[in-house]
């Protein structure tokens, strides 16, 4: 059931980024369509390795002080999410990718995301286990 949502979701994603790049290239060209969202896949690249620094630096430097790195696994997931969408050809997706890597939009997506895991983990549906971190 899921799968077949999920497939449907997708279908329905795809016409309509194939609808915005056709209706962009009607009113502004061809060469200057490509050329946006060639621009679009270079910008989410180089904006995902940068803010995919800073996460990872973050990260490390909670994980060197002996704290969880929780909220920076989040926004680690955020930034891979959102550099993947702004790659994908299409607007909506550099829409969606740009709020998912600018940092005042994606700790919206992060205490989303988090909420969502909690629910997750209170109802059951996910297991955390596991000893935890060691400092050796």
Known sequence: MLLKRLLWI???????????IYMMQRWIGGWPTFLLLLG??????LLMQSEGRKVWSEAR???SSGQMPGFAILDGICVLAGGLLLIVPGFLSDIA????????????FRM????????????????ISGGGFRKF
Do not use: N
């Open 61 to 63: 430097s909670q994980l």
């Open 112 to 127: 989303g995301l988090y909420g969502w895991l909690a629910g997750k983990v209170q109802s059951g549906a996910f297991r």
């Open 97 to 108: 990718g740009l709020l998912l890597l600018l940092p005042w939009t994606r700790s919206l």
């Open 40 to 45: 679009g896949a270079v910008a989410g690249a």
């Open 10 to 20: 997708a279908i329905v994603f795809v016409l309509l980024e194939a609808f915005g």
